[in-house]
């Protein structure tokens, strides 16, 4: 589809790859809109509209809400990303950042180094 290429039907059913998008409002109202969304809209505006003839018994189509992030960067792939959530954990996806057999010692430089670039806190000095 022109106007959204990751989502499109595949044998009939509705396909769409991982969605990042920017809150304006809380966590919880964004829940609810969520949830009023995918009763009203996404059937009407986006399932009927690209196959007005299906049945609605295949509406098995709903966006989620997975996780609320403070800061992103997307890797130069799909589904690749180094996160830091609300509370402060991060959520590394699909990036190789950090090996299981790093050492420890090394393993946590990299760690901070990351966070701070993704921060937008990082610095030529933080290399030397």
């Known amino acids: 589809m022109k106007d959204t290429p990751h989502t499109f039907f595949a044998n009939g ?16 109202t964004f829940k609810k809109y969520l949830e009023e969304f995918n009763k ?3 059937p009407e505006e986006l399932i009927k509209k690209y196959h007005p003839d299906i049945n609605e018994k295949y509406f098995q189509y709903e966006l989620e809400h997975e ?9 130069d792939r799909k589904k690749r990303y180094y996160s830091i959530q609300q509370d402060g954990s991060k959520y590394i996806h699909g990036l190789n950042i950090i ?30």
Do not use: Q, R, W
Request: aromatic share 8%; proline share 2%.
């Open 99 to 128: 090996k299981k057999d790093t050492p420890a010692y090394i393993s946590k430089l990299l760690d901070e180094l990351c966070e701070k670039a993704v921060m937008g806190n990082f610095s030529v000095k933080d290399l030397e």
């Open 67 to 75: 996780k609320d992030l403070s800061y992103l960067y997307l890797g």
């Open 13 to 28: 059913i509705l396909v769409h790859n991982s969605v990042f998008i920017k809150l304006t409002v809380d966590e919880d």
């Open 40 to 42: 009203k809209m996404l």
